[in-house]
């Protein structure tokens, strides 16, 4: 690696919801704990709610990532055209687009109001998405196990 590539910015990318109170929170927090640095997670909703759900906190306390630091924020042009890439989750046609980053849809179900099993089940499928983006986007990315194994 030269020094040029050790200077370069980590890739940005914005997990984008309607209330900002679950699945975008759930992969932002699952993005910066596997990323280590080398990729920069945001998360933002089209329409923001007061709170993470707190069913999504709950679980997420649980496998030992922590939500005190979430807060719901609105999605802005800005927040996307600085990200690589924008991943959309249930907000449809009320996400701006900004040509030049690439964006790509998650149909994941909304995990409000779910039962902890429910909330587990949809962090599962958003863990395996994001280790599969974070593989995408820095091929050379050294993952640290799952956190759905170590509990």
Not at 77 to 92: F, Q
Not at 122 to 139: K, N, T
């Amino acid at each position: 690696m030269t020094s040029t590539d050790q200077t370069q910015t980590p890739p940005q990318v914005v997990f984008a919801c309607v209330r900002n109170g679950g699945r975008s929170v759930i992969s932002r927090v699952l993005a910066e704990h596997y990323a280590g640095g080398r990729v920069v997670a945001r998360s933002a909703g089209t329409q923001p709610g007061d709170h993470i759900h707190a069913e999504v906190a709950a679980v997420l306390e649980q496998l030992g990532l922590h939500t005190s630091h979430e807060q719901p924020t609105l999605l802005t042009r800005d927040t996307i055209a600085a990200s690589t890439m924008a991943i959309t989750l249930g907000c449809g046609e009320e996400c701006p687009y900004v040509p030049g980053v690439t964006y790509v849809d998650w149909p994941v179900a909304d995990p409000g109001g779910q039962d902890a099993d429910t909330v587990r089940e949809i962090i599962a499928d958003l863990d395996s998405r994001v280790r599969d983006l974070l593989v995408a986007l820095v091929p050379d990315i050294e993952l640290p196990p799952s956190v759905l194994d170590e509990r």
